[in-house]
């Protein structure tokens, strides 16, 4: 970025917002600006940025666009307003100042080219005078001083005409005042309560949105969920929304009304003119500027609960892909299914596909005992260690056939793990899928997908567009441009921190890494092929459309396990091997000693090796490399273990006490995988003994966790757990009525506050009605489970 005031200014503004100094901004938005890439920046130019981590840098990233943009848009409206001959000084100098597009927009308003207004034709027929007039001196009787400005020629007809003409022109000056509309906007983002009511007639087809018929809730505190659920309402037309001046309205509109009033230095003296001008302002407020206001608070709230509804899904989704790998062991995959099958999947220890089958041990054809002939075969050729198997429809009862065959073959100690299949549908008719399987059924590719994903949940979720992998709130509702290019930046993040074998890859794992586009690493998959596997980083400089410029960037990432560089093995990257040869030299070892050598790393001393270019976060960052190369980040791999006879929502019993695994999590809860084929919630309130504001700080998607199972309703499919296993069955937290408006295959998102609560934390006061959250029943439905 080129060091001028405008740019200094921007990297400014950022440092303030992550932070950091202004230095480290400009530092960081010069390296974007020269195409590295935030995982490349966060890891390897730490001496460059002064150690900023990956989550600054992405809100800079984020931010550096959102200031280029008001930039832009200054620009453009300063050239408008001075081609219209109308910037002055002081107006250049508020358009400078503007440090958001809403004020900016507000100043502009004004001067924008519009449609004819009843202002603007009253302008042209000579009223301005008039309003003018009546506001220097109120002394005026509006009737008789607006009896010399009617002519007919002109379309004034007569005096109502005029002083209804003047009347146009004061409100729109009032609501185009850029200082009078940021002073009631912040007063109205503070105090307002947005309203919903149901639709008159839409009772009975909106009877979702039940709970919202008649809500109210203050805007600046209403949680990002429920707002979002208000505004599906109104999409779909159940629901009216409207944003009141506080909670007494009326008492709102005659502050707002009384605000226009002082600022125009109208007021009650029973001069003439007065209730004529009063009126005026409050038509003003009530008819143009609340309006304008009203859309443009809606539209900044929804903007942010947008933002908090994404950050909740890429968390969801990054602990989805981070989650802990099985490694290279033979895992056998089943798709279950009732009536079409289950579909069977072996892949060897390298994910490659080795057998696949289908079986019918369900309903209608009841083959149980064929079926565990078949597993049982297929095991015993394959040399099976682990059965994965989908969460989906018949999942227990696939479950149970599993059982059946770790019995029939105890010498191979088999182990069976049901996995989520979010997603597996999506690879399966994928191009990825078609490319990867060109001659096995749809149908099957999902078993593959299931088997992998326990090997390496990050490889194979990696093929799935992030969006279908099932762990967002709203997801539909959020702006998808922005949701994508979130939850893109996740993966990339992921990617990165584990690192990526280059001679095992998928040309779609190759692809999140750091500087590799599609092509370039669909390319690298090509050479492989066709050359074997490569033997030193270096020699990806070979690849098609790969240079020095996309090596930087990528070779850090990349891994080469048994190659011809020691190094290349590890997240060392390639232009700091020459600290590791000096590091050798110093003990006069060769770098094979080094590495790995845990105990002689630790007693090394960074600041014995740095140099100009390699600072002491770099030294540390590769030392820390050589003591344990090429480690994993991710946690160690296991496995929950559903209760058996416990398959089905009937089976369970208040004060069950059952393992499962967290599902995905919301602002207001988790959501937990018991085996039943309906996810129950623990609500927000009953995941600590301590209070919880974010439901993350507890709990991730992935986790295996202890529940009690406090109420069952069978009937609406619905489940109250709590991880607090004193809790008493019955009393199940968090009630919530609100209905479900929600995204087929992801959570609703009913609030979780708003209900008394104990002076000790969540824990909802004594007297709150025992019910189930109905989310977790929406939840399941949406899923098809």
């Known amino acids: 970025m080129t060091e001028t005031p405008l740019a200094r200014r921007i990297a400014a503004t950022i440092a303030e917002e992550i932070g950091a100094q202004p ?238 009033a002082r600022h125009a230095g109208i007021a009650a003296q029973s001069r003439p003119a007065d209730a004529w001008l009063l009126n005026a302002c409050r038509l003003a407020w009530r008819a143009k500027i609340h309006l304008h206001l009203m859309i443009d608070l809606f539209g900044k709230a929804r903007e942010k609960a947008e933002g908090e509804a994404i950050a909740v899904f890429g968390d969801n989704l990054e602990d989805l892909l981070l989650a802990a790998p099985a490694g290279p062991k033979v895992v056998l995959g089943l798709d279950p299914g009732i009536r079409t099958g289950c579909k069977v999947a072996v892949v060897d220890a390298t994910g490659k596909l080795v057998a696949t089958e289908t079986i019918y041990p369900h309903e209608p054809r009841r083959q149980w005992d064929q079926s565990l002939q078949t597993l049982r075969m297929l095991c015993i050729a394959h040399g099976v260690q682990l059965i994965a198997i989908g969460n989906g429809t018949a999942s227990r009862e696939t479950d149970r056939l599993a059982g059946d065959l770790l019995k029939l073959l105890p010498q191979q100690a088999i182990q069976k793990i049901v996995v989520s299949e979010a997603g597996a549908s999506v690879y399966s008719a994928s191009e990825t899928a078609a490319r990867e399987f060109p001659g096995l059924d749809v149908s099957l590719r999902g078993a593959v997908s299931i088997a992998r994903r326990l090997q390496d949940p990050l490889a194979e979720l990696v093929k799935i567009e992030p969006k279908a992998i099932g762990v967002g709130q709203y997801q539909h509702d959020v702006d998808q441009y922005r949701l994508a290019r979130a939850l893109d930046a996740r993966v990339e993040d992921c990617v990165n921190a584990v690192g990526v074998h280059v001679n095992t890859a998928s040309g779609a794992l190759l692809s999140r890494v750091a500087g590799l586009s599609p092509s370039v690493a669909e390319n690298i998959v090509l050479h492989r092929d066709a050359n074997g596997p490569f033997r030193r980083r270096r020699d990806l400089l070979k690849v098609p459309r790969l240079g020095e410029k996309t090596f930087e960037q990528c070779a850090g990432f990349l891994r080469i396990a048994d190659g011809d560089e020691p190094l290349d093995a590890s997240s060392v990257h390639p232009e700091a091997y020459p600290v590791v040869e000096r590091i050798a030299r110093a003990s006069g070892r060769d770098v094979r000693q080094v590495i790995g050598d845990g105990a002689f790393v630790r007693a090394l001393k960074a600041d014995q090796f740095t140099d100009e270019r390699f600072g002491l976060p770099t030294v540390r960052d590769i030392l820390r490399e050589l003591e344990k190369p090429g480690r994993d980040p991710r946690p160690e791999f296991k496995a929950a273990r559903f209760a058996d006879g416990v398959e089905e929502i009937k089976d369970l019993e208040p004060g069950m006490v059952l393992e499962g695994v967290v599902s995905n999590v919301a602002a207001f809860g988790a959501f937990v995988d018991i085996g039943v084929h309906q996810d129950g919630l623990v609500h927000i309130s009953a995941l600590s003994d301590r209070f919880v504001k974010d439901p993350r700080d507890v709990v991730k998607a992935g986790d295996i966790v202890k529940v009690k199972v406090l109420e069952v309703d069978v009937p609406r499919k619905r489940i109250a757990l709590t991880c607090r296993l004193d809790d008493v069955p019955g009393d199940a937290p968090g009630r919530d009525t609100r209905p479900p408006a929600r995204d087929a295959g992801r959570p609703s998102t009913r609030p979780h506050d708003g209900r008394p609560r104990s002076p000790s934390g969540n824990r909802p006061a004594t007297g709150a009605p025992p019910a189930n959250n109905a989310l977790a029943d929406a939840f399941a439905r949406a899923r098809g489970r």
């Open 23 to 260: 230095a480290q901004a400009v530092a960081a938005i010069a390296l974007l600006d020269e195409g590295a890439t935030v995982p490349f920046i966060a890891r390897y130019r730490k001496e460059v940025t002064g150690g900023l981590d990956d989550t600054q840098l992405r809100t800079l990233e984020t931010r550096l666009v959102y200031l280029r943009e008001l930039e832009d848009r200054r620009a453009a409206i300063l050239s408008s307003i001075e081609e219209q001959g109308k910037l002055s000084d002081a107006l250049r100098a508020d358009i400078g100042a503007a440090d958001s597009k809403a004020r900016l927009e507000d100043l502009y308003l004004p001067y924008k080219q519009k449609r004819r207004t009843r202002a603007q034709i009253a302008r042209e027929a000579g009223l301005e005078p008039l309003a003018d007039g009546l506001l220097a001196d109120p002394a005026h009787v509006p009737e008789t001083f607006a009896a010399g400005f009617v002519d007919a020629d002109k379309g004034v007809a007569d005096v109502k005409a005029a002083l209804e003409g003047a009347r146009a022109i004061l409100m729109e000056r009032w609501g185009e005042d850029a200082a009078l509309l940021g002073e009631l906007r912040d007063w109205l983002e503070a105090t307002g309560v947005i309203r919903a009511r149901v639709v008159e007639g839409k009772e009975a087809a909106g009877e979702k949105f039940r709970d919202y018929f008649d809500h109210a809730e203050p805007l600046a505190r209403i949680p990002s969920h429920r707002l979002l659920a208000l505004m599906r309402g109104r999409r779909e037309e159940f629901l009216t929304l409207d944003l009141e001046p506080g909670s007494d309205p009326e008492q709102g509109n005659a502050y707002a009304e009384a605000r226009i």
